[in-house]
């Protein structure tokens, strides 16, 4: 079956750094662009960071540009978000997704463009 699993959430204090992994299955993962979303408490879903097919290009929310890294190794299948000087504002569930796109390198930020999803990581930050 199509499957992404999300690893490496935790409990952390302000400034501190984590690294999500997300992990495809059943899929040919280097024809998909890649995102991260994240969802707090009583809010929308929103985009977070997100890559294109080959890693030429990537995306960033505003208030994570300059904190958060987005990357991808595709012999192993695996997206990465580095997450540096997190702030108690960072604290939600993070979502990995998939957006097929089989011959542009273009990420998109919208998340109806992702068709496959994670069932997320929780990621919280104490201040």
């Known amino acids: 079956q199509v499957q992404l699993v999300e690893s490496g959430g935790g409990l952390v204090q302000a400034g501190d750094s984590l690294r999500l992994s997300c992990a495809a299955g059943?899929?040919?993962?280097?024809?998909?662009?890649m995102g991260w979303f994240r969802q707090a408490p009583g809010l929308e879903r929103e985009f977070v960071a997100g890559?294109?097919?080959?890693?030429?290009?990537?995306s960033y929310e505003d208030s994570v540009k300059g904190r958060f890294t987005i990357s991808r190794d595709n012999s192993k299948n695996t997206v990465y978000l580095q997450m540096n000087s997190l702030k108690p504002e960072d604290t939600a569930v993070y979502y990995c997704?998939?957006?097929?796109?089989?011959?542009?390198?273009?990420?998109?930020?919208?998340?109806?463009?992702?068709?496959?999803w994670g069932q997320g990581t929780q990621v919280t930050v104490s201040s």
């Open positions: 997704a998939a957006d097929r796109k089989p011959f542009l390198d273009i990420v998109s930020i919208a998340q109806k463009m992702y068709d496959i």
């Open positions: 059943g899929l040919t993962f280097s024809i998909y662009a």
């Open positions: 890559i294109s097919r080959t890693g030429g290009s990537t």
